[in-house]
């Protein structure tokens, strides 16, 4: 079936640096792909709506220059966290729409980025 | 009022029982609903999907739905320790596959 892979699962960088978090559609082209947010005991915050070939659509309070995401393929999209601080820190999540049948929406296993 | 509310939890109810979630929506455009299950750690899985008024079945699961009042429950009967997990109610943006998520419940299942 249908299957989204994120990568990295884990990663752990210092404060101001950069991290690229990647999600790939392994075998369906997915032309929009979102991007979540969940810090601990919360619940799952959209941040962006990324669209293959074109800007991608920020929810409103998401910094752009700061989550930068680019939709460069149909199987690929990226999120980089520039200059990440601690308050960065929180659990990634990348899905794609379904493809038809029951199945909504296609999630990443989750990137967990710890800053320090 | 926050799009999607749920009930606050955490739920715990004993092995072999029913546990009732539930789920109310601001949005009178929203169509569609979801319940995903969280553990830990893990992305969302999805359990149940509804779209029309009224229940709808799906072995120990029974999704309800009433649009009127904006409003939409889950029902897990026969209770088991692995259900233990956070239950995510999503109703449909505005756009396939885009989701909005409740705060979550947290269920837990004691043997």
């Known amino acids: 079936g249908a299957v989204v892979s994120q990568h990295p699962s884990r990663v752990i960088c210092k404060s101001g640096t950069s991290v690229k978090i990647e999600c790939r559609s392994l075998d369906f082209q997915a032309t929009t792909m979102f991007w979540y947010r969940q810090f601990p005991k919360q619940s799952l915050m959209l941040m962006a709506t990324?669209?293959?070939?074109?800007?991608?659509?920020?929810e409103q309070g998401v910094e752009k220059d700061k989550f930068l995401i680019n939709h460069a393929s149909l199987t690929l999209s990226t999120l980089t966290v520039t200059s990440a601080h601690p308050e960065d820190s929180s659990f990634y999540i990348c899905s794609a729409p379904g493809q038809g049948g029951n199945t909504e929406a296609f999630f990443g296993q989750g990137t967990r980025l710890t800053v320090v | 009022q926050k799009e999607v509310e749920q009930n606050s939890g955490p739920l715990s109810v004993p092995e072999g029982a029913i546990a009732s979630l539930n789920c109310t929506y601001s949005d009178r455009v929203s169509q569609s609903f979801f319940w995903y299950r969280q553990y830990s750690g893990k992305s969302p899985e999805l359990i149940m999907s509804?779209?029309?008024?009224g229940d709808k079945e799906d072995g120990r699961f029974t999704a309800q739905l009433n649009k009127a009042s904006q409003y939409v429950s889950l029902l897990i009967r026969d209770s088991q320790p692995s259900d233990s997990a956070t239950y995510l109610c999503?109703?449909?943006?505005?756009?396939?596959?885009?989701?909005?998520f409740g705060q979550g419940t947290i269920l837990t299942v004691h043997p």
């Open positions: 509804i779209y029309s008024n």
């Open positions: 999503a109703p449909r943006g505005t756009s396939y596959g885009k989701l909005t």
């Open positions: 990324s669209n293959e070939g074109s800007k991608a659509t920020y």
